[in-house]
T-cell receptor, first 115, second 114 residues
């Protein structure tokens, strides 16, 4: 199994630019999660999809952030416009909701730097 | 409400000596418990998980953890530390009530001295 795939692995952009992060979950998984990790705040859940439908987006910081899951094998997290305080590592994770252990498998992350 | 407490922010051991990373949890349900490891500038890797099948859980790289309900603990151990074990370790509990929320500990940074 290829595991969760994220792209790009690193992104450097300037303030005000649009940033799009991409995620391909593990085949057969029906839940997908976007997290953000910073030194100050640790790991934060941004949004959770189940069967391609957003279930909980209460962790999305503000309207500049949006996430989509057009099909079971692809999701995007978009920041428009980006700000320096958005600099962080963004992780995508997937799981199979029928698994009673709720085990989430993480991608390698995208390190975003906003100048 | 569920919570996870990792009792040490940093643990330093010499190579070849035992490792103990402590984790206590509180849960209203029969919890699922996990340990994840994050090497520097890397992603989060599942080390092991407790699913109520057995209280002693074996994971990858020689790590194991024991679920002790009476002590509400899920400590991570390894008999002999290796330099490659240097990383941050997170204890996590699954919030069954929400069906998906993972409650994360603050992390313990493991330092291996040569």
């Amino acid at each position: 199994d290829a595991g969760v795939i994220q792209s790009p692995r690193h992104e450097v952009t300037e303030m005000g630019q649009e940033v799009t992060l991409r995620c391909k979950p593990i085949s057969g998984h029906n839940s997908l999660f976007w997290y953000r990790q910073t030194m100050m705040r640790g790991l934060e859940l941004l949004i959770y999809f189940n069967n391609n439908v957003p279930i909980d987006d209460s962790g999305m910081p503000e309207d500049r952030f949006s996430a989509k899951m057009p099909n079971a094998s692809f999701s995007t997290l978009k920041i428009q416009p980006s700000e320096p305080r958005d600099s962080a590592v963004y992780f995508c994770a997937s799981s199979f909701a029928g698994d009673s252990t709720d085990t989430q498998y993480f991608g390698p992350g995208t390190r975003l730097t906003v100048l | 409400a569920q919570s996870v407490t990792q009792l040490d922010s940093h643990v330093s051991v010499s190579e070849g000596t035992p490792v103990l990373l402590r984790c206590n949890y509180s849960s209203s349900y029969s919890p699922s418990l996990f340990w994840y490891v994050q090497h520097p500038n890397k992603g989060l890797q599942l080390l092991l998980k407790y699913t109520s099948a057995a209280t002693l859980v074996k994971g990858i790289n020689g790590f194991e953890a024991e679920f002790k309900k009476s002590e509400t603990s899920f400590h991570l151990t390894k008999p002999s530390a290796h330099m490659s074990d240097a990383a941050e370790y997170f204890c996590v509990v699954s919030d069954k009530g929400s069906n998906y929320q993972l409650i994360w500990g603050a992390g313990t940074k493991l330092i291996i001295k040569p």
